[in-house]
T-cell receptor, first 114, second 107 residues
Framework: DTGVSQDPRHKITKRGQNVTFRCDPI?????LYWYRQTLGQGPEFLTY????????KSRLLSDRFSAERPKGSFSTLEIQRTEQGDSAMYLC????????????FGPGTRLLVL | AQRVTQPEKLLSVFKGAPVELKCNYS??????LFWYVQYSRQRLQLLLR??SRESIKGFTADLNKGETSFHLKKPFAQEEDSAMYYC?????????FGQGTELSVKP
């Protein structure tokens, strides 16, 4: 499968625990995006990278959230001290940095915080 | 901030009926708009974008700058069109999504 992949697909954790999600983009894509989607809502932008540089972060991304893309390939999204409100689907997408810039999405990681 | 609005959460039609999924935007400058679709248990995927002016799976969407709309249309709905549809607009290097409309096509 040459599409965007995410791991794990599902995560159940207890409030206060830390969780980390991984995203592997399409290999030739140099832009990588993280979105969050809650029930009944569209995807909400969190942050994006071009290569290893984090170019933009949403105000939604509190201090408990951190994202990295150390070698410009895969990315990780960590949530520290999880809260029940963090329960959501976390989507990763990637795109070429050219005039098309159309993001291709991964299957998502569903997080449930108990 | 740029906004994309989909006023209908659910649209239910019968097979063979015309479909119009509404999308309105508030953008300064020239908007770049998209429709994404998510079928049950599948990932979000691009359906079409306004600059391509293409028809995918019988769907079309025309940018109406006067009405600030980018409605998605199909003349004859099929059962396999049942899915979540999201309108999105580009803001800088990212996409901003609407809340989505669930299309249900009944036999």
């Amino acid at each position: 499968d040459t599409g965007v992949s995410q791991d794990p697909r599902h995560k159940i954790t207890k409030r206060g625990q830390n969780v980390t999600f991984r995203c592997d983009p399409i290999s030739e894509h140099n832009r990588l995006y993280w979105y969050r989607q809650t029930l009944g809502q569209g995807p909400e932008f969190l942050t994006y990278f071009q290569n290893e540089a984090q170019l933009e972060k949403s105000r939604l991304l509190s201090d408990r959230f951190s994202a990295e893309r150390p070698k410009g390939s895969f990315s990780t999204l960590e949530i520290q001290r999880t809260e029940q409100g963090d329960s959501a689907m976390y989507l990763c997408a990637s795109s070429h940095r050219d005039w098309t810039l159309v993001p291709y999405f991964g299957p998502g990681t569903r997080l449930l915080v108990l | 901030a740029q906004r994309v609005t989909q006023p209908e959460k659910l649209l239910s039609v019968f097979k063979g009926a015309p479909v119009e999924l509404k999308c309105n935007y508030s953008y300064s400058g020239s908007p770049e708009l998209f429709w994404y679709v998510q079928y049950s248990r599948q990932r979000l995927q691009l359906l079409l974008r306004h600059i391509s002016r293409e028809s995918i799976k019988g769907f079309t969407a025309d940018l109406n700058k006067g009405e600030t709309s980018f409605h998605l249309k199909k003349p004859f709905a099929q059962e396999e069109d049942s899915a979540m549809y999201y309108c999105a607009g580009r803001e800088g290097g990212k996409l901003i999504f609407g809340q989505g409309t669930e299309l249900s096509v009944k036999p």
